[in-house]
């Protein structure tokens, strides 16, 4: 399976979900679905590509703060809803200024209630999923895809909060499981070079080994985040289509109106 990236300049880990199979021999639609990371500062020539894919609504996931911080360079012909999926800064999540020192403050909390980064991300994933807050944007995120066309949706590293409204999008569609973890997986390659210079950052910084051990962690795109919240699903839901249908409202009419606006 290919994973088609959009390459222009200052767009983070952006593509275009068309190619991706789903069920029988249908794949998505090209220009039809896009997920992306921040698109604040863009230039000229970026921002018109994407004015020229068509995208007519842009779903900013991230938090109040990180919107002030970092505002989104707007497309002209689209409109913007805020559907923020975390309210507080979020070590390896969200990217406030305050962050920094946030997950500094964390990590030893991190260290004594998680034992490791990746326990705490596996539960700041199942909080996304299945605390009620979020649930309502989710909600909505999803009310869109029936609704509208042309969507992107984004958040700061594309890869997190993104990550999971493509994985409940996706799994409607029809894509299989070990296609959406796929998908998800892309973020590594997509944000590699990113990742090598933070990484030094935290090397050179003046830090504690287990602190800088707790921000490596929290860095890192693994297959075991998104897998512990789809077996969550599973687990209480029987599938993500389940979860979507109990807890979202999602209806096998609405079902069938994704399928017939975006496979093809």
């Not at 590509?49 to 689209?78: F, N, Q, S, Y």
């Not at 789809?230 to 839901?237: F, P």
Request: charged share 30%.
């Amino acid at each position: 399976m290919k994973i088609q990236r959009l390459k222009l300049k200052k767009l983070n880990n952006t593509r275009d979900l068309g190619g991706i199979p789903a069920e029988d021999g249908r794949a998505i639609m090209a220009g039809k679905l896009f997920r992306s990371g921040r698109l604040s500062r863009l230039p000229g020539r970026t921002k018109a590509a994407l004015e020229g894919l068509g995208i007519r609504t842009v779903v900013d996931l991230r938090t109040d703060t990180e919107r002030c911080e970092h505002p989104d360079t707007l497309l002209e012909g689209a409109e913007y809803i805020a559907l923020p999926l975390l309210c507080a800064p979020t070590g390896g999540i969200t990217a406030e200024r305050s962050s920094r020192l946030f997950i500094k403050a964390e990590s030893r909390r991190i260290k004594e209630q998680f034992g490791t980064a990746d326990n705490y991300m596996i539960h700041t994933y199942r909080g996304i999923v299945f605390d009620e807050k979020p649930q309502e944007s989710l909600r909505r995120f999803l009310r869109l895809a029936v609704e509208r066309d042309g969507l992107l949706w984004h958040c700061t590293g594309g890869k997190d909060r993104a990550g999971i409204c493509s994985m409940l999008l996706e799994a409607l569609l029809g894509v299989k499981e070990e296609d959406i973890l796929q998908d998800y997986l892309a973020s590594r390659r997509f944000c590699r070079k990113k990742f090598v210079l933070n990484r030094l950052a935290v090397y050179i910084a003046p830090l504690t080994l287990k602190f800088k051990k707790v921000l490596l962690g929290l860095m890192r795109i693994k297959r075991e985040y998104m897998e512990g919240v789809i077996s969550e699903m599973k687990a209480r839901y029987g599938s993500i289509v389940g979860y979507c249908m109990k807890v979202l409202g999602i209806t096998e009419t609405d079902i069938a109106q994704l399928r017939e606006k975006y496979l093809a």
